[in-house]
């Protein structure tokens, strides 16, 4: 079986990694652990690059977040599991490389971690988890919180 975990280092991610550790899985199953830099492209003109400065600086701090943010998660998923463990850190558009990622290496399910957004604030803020899900080219287990989904339910 190949899983692959789509972390961002966020508490909702960490979800998702503390779901795949605590998984019973069979010895042959390999979790690839993917962590997606994002680059991000200033809305506004910026004649003095000025914007352009500090978003290539948040690229940059997420490439150098990224080594440990891996590790970590894999350190987690050996200590408690039998599976092997790959890590990689991709660029782009979250959501699209998950999916592409997940076509590439032939993934058998995805696990990615939602912030538990309701239906309203999807549409405003997008959900990389349900375009995942929307687009995937396989299973795709979205681990959420008790609390996010409780919040959700009271909002209705």
Not at 27 to 54: N, S
Not at 68 to 86: Q, Y
Not at 117 to 138: M, N, W
Request: proline share 6%.
């Amino acid at each position: 079986m190949k899983i692959l975990l789509a972390i961002d280092g966020s508490p909702h991610s960490q979800r998702a990694v503390d779901a795949v550790a605590g998984g019973l899985w069979p010895k042959d199953t390999v979790v690839e652990i993917l962590t997606v830099v994002h680059p991000t492209v200033p809305i506004l003109p910026d004649p003095a690059f000025v914007i352009a400065g500090i978003h290539e600086e948040q690229s940059l701090e997420q490439w150098h977040a990224a080594p440990e943010l891996l590790e970590r998660a894999s350190r987690e998923i050996v200590d408690r599991t039998e599976v092997t463990v790959e890590t990689k850190t991709l660029e782009g558009s979250p959501k699209r490389v998950i999916v592409e990622e997940a076509r590439t290496w032939g993934a058998d399910v995805i696990v990615v971690g939602s912030h538990g957004h309701g239906r309203l604030a999807r549409l405003t803020l997008g959900s990389v988890a349900g375009a995942v899900v929307a687009d995937a080219p396989c299973s795709v287990v979205v681990v959420r919180s008790k609390e996010a989904t409780a919040g959700e339910k009271s909002a209705a």
